[in-house]
């Protein structure tokens, strides 16, 4: 019979049986046919409606518990996609993404967005809101692990998404904007940033209700990126208008205005205007005082503000005894609070080292070390950048084998994930070669600052502050090398990337700048008074001597930046460097 089939169509096989018995054989295959699907309609009744429960059960811990939140989607998401339903499937996939990005599993978060976008596409086709919300949300897990260009491309399809689906002017457009200048912000393209950031203001700055809080976002994003690109005038400007707007979305006795003044308050302690800030974080403070106990949970953070701006302001007991508050409120609602603990210990390591009590900062800042290797190892990153502040306090206190060993800890946290923690590598490598330099070990300080020199021209831009820093630091080595002319090479270059960016000019605001510029023209003195000890001593010299003038007339512009700065140990580094400059300067031109 089998070869009979193999050989023959099924329907001449038919044909050749008996008539009653094909009508028997034709009943029995649908009766199974019936019955398997009944069982299989049944069966995907019972595991759908199971996975709908799963998905309500999923949504609600959402927020809350996360961890219970991905066990109910998970089951929920296999179970849909076993099935073939993709839009059930795809809901699941995108809230399992979400739980996972509660817990900051971004790779899984990642994952599950990448699903989502698949089983939605499938069922949506290309052009539909849901599609530009998984991309969006792609987006979102791709900059959380460092793949900014993959990022930048997926915000840009749920951009042309949404235009296409909604009205230009809409919210959901704007929302997009501001999500693609955080990730150019993020590349160091401020202008563009700033530009996207400036379409989104623009949208929602346009509709009828202001209600929307994606404004507030967008406002700040906006003053941060002014405040990188040092306008600071327009970056004030975005903060006053996030105050303003925030009083009249929640009023003007709530936290979010509250969190406002404090952004105010940040930004002038930023400027060094401590007495500024200290109106704001005061306003701040009394709202919060007097919302009973919702206020209560947040006082803690206006007692940090407070205590940090009278520590900048000298007045120490008036700091100690906000940190002393704030220590006390957190130990008494939150006793559990791991970042509660970690805060409260902070500003103590912070307080002490202000003091120069450094030993008794070390202290704090083992306590913080502690409490992150004991409950939150995986956070490389922050481990990372404790022992880094460890490194400098163990610098300041002149043990200079312990920095090292601080240093190479820190390091060994941050160095597998190279392309993401550059930047993090280059700080804990200056205060490493730092160190290096002042326990005389030269040569290895000149190979680990010239890494860090490395990471730095390329991630950032000639001019930025640490990069400019790390650069009189450098030449700093070289003159303990007894290389004057390498210096006065390298100082060369960094006087002329300062020349064009006008960093010292009579209106600059460029504090941080200005004082590099001291540092600068100090290095260069220095040099040159070692160099006329040479042979080529003329030669130095005359190559200087057209420029001394130059640099005497700009040193008396420099004078006037004095006015910016708000406390007198900040006062005294300015006016010791000025008088060191001009003995450094008579010497040179005697």
Known sequence: MLLFTLNHSPM????????????????????????????????????????????????????????????????????????????????????LGL????????????????????????????????????????GNAQKELGLYDNALLSYQKALEIRKNFFDPQHPKVASVFNNIGNILSMQRKYNEAIAEYQAAVTILEAQTKLKDAELVLCYSNLALTYLKV?????????????????????????????????????????????????????????????LEQMGRMTLTTSYTNLGITHLNL?????????????????????????????????????????????????????????????????????????????????????????????????????????????????????VKGTALMDFGLLDSASLVLGEAEAIMAAKLDPTHDKRLQLEVLSAQLLLAQKLPVKCLKKLEDAFERCVKQDLWAQNSQQVPNQIFVYDLLTLCYRAIVQQTDTKDKNEEINLWNSRKVQIYNKLQILHQANSYWATSIQKARFADQRTQTEQLLNTFLK
């Open 12 to 95: 001449r096989f038919l044909n050749a049986l008996n008539p009653q018995k094909y009508l028997h054989i034709c009943f029995f295959i649908a009766t199974l046919t019936f019955c398997f699907a009944d069982a299989y309609a049944q069966n995907m009744r019972l595991d759908t409606a199971k996975a709908a429960s799963f998905y309500q059960k999923g949504r609600h811990f959402l927020s809350k518990r996360p961890d219970s939140a991905a066990f109910f989607l998970q089951t929920a998401a296999e179970i849909y996609t076993g099935y073939r339903l993709d839009r059930e499937g795809g809901n699941a996939h995108y809230h």
């Open 99 to 138: 739980a996972h990005q509660f817990m900051r599993n971004s790779q899984e978060a990642l994952d599950c967005f990448m699903k989502s976008l698949a089983q939605y596409g499938r069922f949506y086709g290309e052009q539909d809101p849901e599609v530009a919300n998984a991309y969006n949300s792609v």
């Open 230 to 290: 040092l306008d600071y005038r327009n970056a004030e400007l975005q903060y006053n208008k996030l105050l303003l707007f925030q009083k009249k979305l929640s009023g003007l006795q709530s936290l979010p205005t509250a969190d406002a003044y404090d952004q105010l308050g940040h930004f002038y302690s930023q400027r060094f205007n401590y007495k500024n800030a200290l109106i704001y974080f005061d306003s701040a403070y009394q709202i919060r005082r007097s």
């Open 314 to 430: 000298e007045a120490y007991k008036k700091a100690k005894s906000f940190f002393d508050k704030a220590d006390v409120l957190n130990k008494t609602l939150r006793p559990q609070d791991l970042s509660a603990q970690y805060a409260d210990l902070l500003n103590y390591a912070n307080f002490y080292q202000v003091m120069q009590d450094y030993k008794k900062a070390l202290d704090y800042y083992d306590k913080i070390l502690n409490l992150f290797l004991t409950k939150n190892p995986s956070r490389l990153n922050d481990i990372s950048f404790i022992y880094l502040n460890m490194a400098s306090l163990a610098y300041q206190d002149k043990d200079y084998s312990k920095s090292l060993q601080y240093s190479e800890r820190a390091l060994s946290f941050v160095r597998p994930n190279f392309e993401i923690n550059a930047l993090s590598i280059a700080d804990i490598l200056v």
